[in-house]
C-alpha cells in the first residue's frame, strides 16, 4: 500500500511563504507524476502543480511565478516552494502520485495552507 506522508503546512500573513513537503513510502522505479491538489472550503478540488518523474511540470494559472514544484527521484519526495501567499490560497493541499504504468492515482491525507490578510 503506497502511503503519501505531507508536511509543512501552517499559517502565514499574506505575502509570505511556505514549504510543502510529501514522501512516497514506496521507491518507484517507472515513470511518474507527482505533485499537489488543493481545496477551499466550498469548492471543488482543482490543481495546483505537477511534476513528472522527467523533471516536467505543469502549473495552474492562479500559481504560476509564485509557486515552484520540485522533485527528488531517489526519495520519491515532491515539495512546492509557495512565495508571496494570498489569502485565495488557503485550502487544504493534497499531495498526488500518478504511476503511469498502471495509472493507479494516490492522495495525501491534507495539510492545511492558511493565509490571513
Known amino acids: 500500500q503506497v502511503q503519501l506522508v505531507e508536511s509543512g503546512g501552517g499559517s502565514v500573513q499574506a505575502g509570505g511563504s511556505l514549504r510543502l513537503s510529501c514522501a512516497a513510502s514506496v521507491i518507484f522505479f517507472s515513470n511518474n507524476v507527482m505533485g499537489w491538489y488543493r481545496q477551499a472550503p466550498g469548492k471543488q478540488r482543482e490543481l495546483v502543480a505537477v511534476v513528472t518523474s522527467g523533471s516536467t511540470t505543469n502549473y495552474a494559472d492562479s500559481v504560476k511565478g509564485r509557486f515552484t514544484i520540485s522533485r527528488d527521484n531517489a526519495k520519491n519526495t515532491v515539495f512546492l516552494q509557495m512565495n508571496s501567499l494570498k489569502p485565495e490560497d488557503t485550502a487544504v493541499y493534497y499531495c498526488?502520485?500518478?504511476?503511469?504504468?498502471?495509472?493507479?492515482?494516490?492522495w495525501g491525507q491534507g495539510t492545511q495552507v492558511t493565509v490571513s490578510s
Open positions: 498526488y502520485l500518478k504511476t503511469i504504468l498502471t495509472g493507479a492515482d494516490y
